[in-house]
Structure formats: structure tokens, C-alpha cells
């Protein structure tokens, strides 16, 4: 016997009607037509809904130009826009911006036809009919919300089924089932999406959650298991108050945790994330499901070490199918394994020994900077492998301060031959201001710092603002020149270090040690 086919649900997209409702959130309309080409195009989305009836001649002015390259396209009738029960108003407003699909609110709870409309059911159930007649007369699909339904359904059960009742057969296609406030628990959604699937089988329904809660991927797995054939979701988890669905977690939980069939091509869902993200300003956090920067990121050494061995911490949800890498944390908590992980990702070949060198400085830098980066690791292996054990002069603390039009000041103690001195110096920035406090705490010792040839500071390519800083100074030391190197998360500390190496290199070549 064959193995039943995966049942197919539909998702629809609301990233442009329901996620503008975001606070703050206001699309242009060139980057809502942006938007619906990702979606329809390369995510592959079943469907989306762009934008509410009758706001502005701006919306207006994208959903035409959305309708009119859906349509040269073949996704015309993927294309929806929320209209409202106002006669021939909003029907007029979508086919005039060349739209094929309506989808109708209309009031799911009594008392929200009693107290915002004013109206009893059978005059609000005469004027949705009336409304999905002229829109099929003018030629567009219809579907309805039933706004408020999570309510209606536990407050006025009858209200509901009525509704249901008048509206059953008047040729609508998709019955939406909103948890407008995010009320509803996984078991609430069940055995109420359970109870209107079982009572209208005939009928399509989708359910459109909200996240009040936290509990909205939650929920739509609950609704997929009682039988609606489609969900709706945002980008981004984007929506009113607390957001919607996020069109990530809900493929993924779908797929791999109900073996469900979708249109979906992951690969795209990252790089529509990062689009919407920029558009609307809000942006996702890093430990965001599927979308967050950190999320496939290992950052204890045993778990490096488990996966180097065996992938033990890896699972069905791979960074690969979202076309992304998996990486292993650089800091204090970070293992052989962590740094073998990262020399693989750069080709990099070191011995057991320059490794441990590389690593106690990766977890010394750790303590003073959250996350070292696979890009700041050359910086680290070239200062750790050319470095010596010379402790000639030591730095115990540093203090340099910085102004707009004065001299820049630095305060610092080191300790030379085992003898400590604490001096300031000023200067015209702040490493210039560390070599005038330095070459007077050596004036004593018979010896100063050469002078400088070339100052180069560099931060990884790609680097945050975070990186660590590499700075390679050219010093003159008389018939050749010698190149010092110091690595830093500040880049006047990095020149701070790498003037100290040139000063440890010249005293211990002058005879391993002042005099």
C-alpha cells in the first residue's frame, strides 16, 4: 500500500496589510512591489495580502503596480486586499487598482456587530451578501474574515454558526478565522478549528493567529492538526501589537514537526527577512528562529568538540537549508574544537602547540570582548606567532583621554626591571600622547623609542565596528627598518601594543635587560 501523499496547506503572506499595522512601520510603494516579488517570486508563497481598500492614492498606486506585474506573471489571483462591508466602496477601490481578490472583514463576534456597528446579525449577514454579490459581479474572488472570531466563538457560539449559516453558499472561497487579540491557547484553537471543520466540511478555512501570546507558531500547528487548509503569516513576525506568524518558524514547524507540504523554497526566507527588515526598520533579534544572527552559531567548546566528533549538536533544523553557514563561537568559552572549526573555515594549518598559544590569547581576549570572529583570527595567529615571552617593560594600566581641540592625554604605569613608574604624557592624539609618557618613564634606562616610518591600521574584512584592530608600525631603526604588530579591540591600544613589542625586541637585543 502507498503511503498517503503530505497534505498540502497554503500559506498567506500579510507582511504588507497586517505587518504595516506594526507601529512604526510604513512601506513606500516601490518597496511593497519589492516585497510581493520576493514573496510570490523567489519564496514562492501561495499567497499575499497587500494592502487595506480605500487608505491613500499612495497605496492605491502600489497595489496597481503589484497587480500589474503579478498579473504579466501568472500570479494574479495570489494577489488579495482587505476590503470592508461599505456598499461598493472598497470593491470599487480594489478592481479599479486591478485586483482579482477581495478579502472581506466582516464581524465574527456579536458583540462587535452590536457595539461597533450598531447592527443586528440578520442586517449585517444582508450587507455581506449584498457587498460579495457586487464583488463577483465586478468579476473578483471573495474571502471573508470573520474579525474577532476567537471571542465570538467562546462568547457567542450561535452568533457564529449563523453567520456561518447565511453566508455558506454564497460562492465565498476562503472562510478566514482571525484570534484577532492573540487570545487562544493550542488547545482552544484545536477543538474550535476542529468544531467548524467538522460542521462545514465543504468549506476552506483559514486561520490567521496573532503572537500576544508567544503562542503563535503554537497555534497554527494546533489549526493545521484540527484541518484548516491554509495559514496566514509575516515576514519577520511583523503585525499588530505583539505581530503575527512568523512565515519562518511556521515553515520550518510545519515541515519537519507535521510533515506537511508547502510551496516554499527555504533558501530564500533570510534574504526577504533581511529585505523587510531594512525596509521597515524593525530589526529581528539575534536569537530569532531560523532568521536570528546568532542562531546557528555554536559558542561552548562541547558542543564544537560534539560535532567536530560526530555532529551530536546538529539537528533536522541545518543552516544549510535556509542558505545559511554554521559557525562556532570565538571567546572565553571557546575550545580546541571551536578554533580547529574556525582554521578549517579559513584553510589554516597550525601545530598543537601555536594552537594552544592562539587559544589562551582567544579566551584572554574573551574576557574584555563578547565575540572574537572568524575574520579577526588571522590578526590574532600573526600577533601570537611573531610575539616573544620578552617582559623587559610591562604595562600594568592606561589611561588616555581624547578631546576635540585640546591635546590628547595619557596616564600610564608600566614596570621596568621589576621597578615601577607611574607618568603622563600629551600629544597630538592619543598614541602620540602614550610615546611621550613612555619615553619619559625610559629616560632613566638610556633609551627611546625610534621614530616612526609607516602606521597602518587595519579591521577584518566585513568587520563590525566591534572587530578586533590589527596596527603594524614601520619603526626606523637606523640602517634597517622593523615592522612591530599589536591587536586590539581599540585601535589606540592595538599602536599601545605594538609600540611595546618594538621597545621589548630592542631591549632584550641591547642584552635581556636594562642596566
Known sequence: MMPAEPRKIQLMDTTLRDGEQTQGVSFSPAEKVGIAKALLESLKIDRIEVASASVSEGEKEAVRNINDWARSEGFGDAVE???FVDGTR????IADAGGQVINLLTKGSEKHCREQLGKNLEQHA????????????KGLSVNVYLEDWSNGYVDSRDYVYELMDRLRNAGINHFMLPDTLGVMSPDEVFESLSDMCSRYPELQFDFHPHNDYGLATANVMAAVKAGVSAVHCTVNCLGERAGNASVSQVTAVLRDKMGMQLSIDESHIVRLS??????????VAANAPIIGADVFTQTAGIH??????????????????FARTRSYALGKMSGKASLKKNLEKLGL??????????LARIVKLGDTKQTITTEDLPFIIADVLESTNYQHIKLINCSITSSLDLESVASIQVEIKGEKHSVSGSGNGGFDAFIDAVNKALKGYGYALPGLVDYEVRIPKGGHTSALTECVITWDCGKTQRKTRGVHSNQVFASVLAALRMINIQLHEQGAGIE
Open 274 to 283: 533581511n529585505m523587510v527588515e531594512n525596509f521597515s526598520g524593525k530589526w
Open 349 to 358: 594549518t597550525l601545530s598543537e602547540e601555536e594552537q594552544q598559544k592562539v
Open 90 to 93: 472598497s470593491v470599487d477601490w
Open 126 to 137: 444582508q450587507e455581506i451578501l449584498k457587498t460579495v454579490a457586487y464583488a463577483q459581479e
Open 81 to 83: 486586499v482587505l476590503g
Open 304 to 321: 564544537a568538540d560534539g560535532d567536530q566528533k560526530g555532529g551530536l549538536y546538529e539537528s533536522k533544523l541545518s543552516p544549510e537549508r
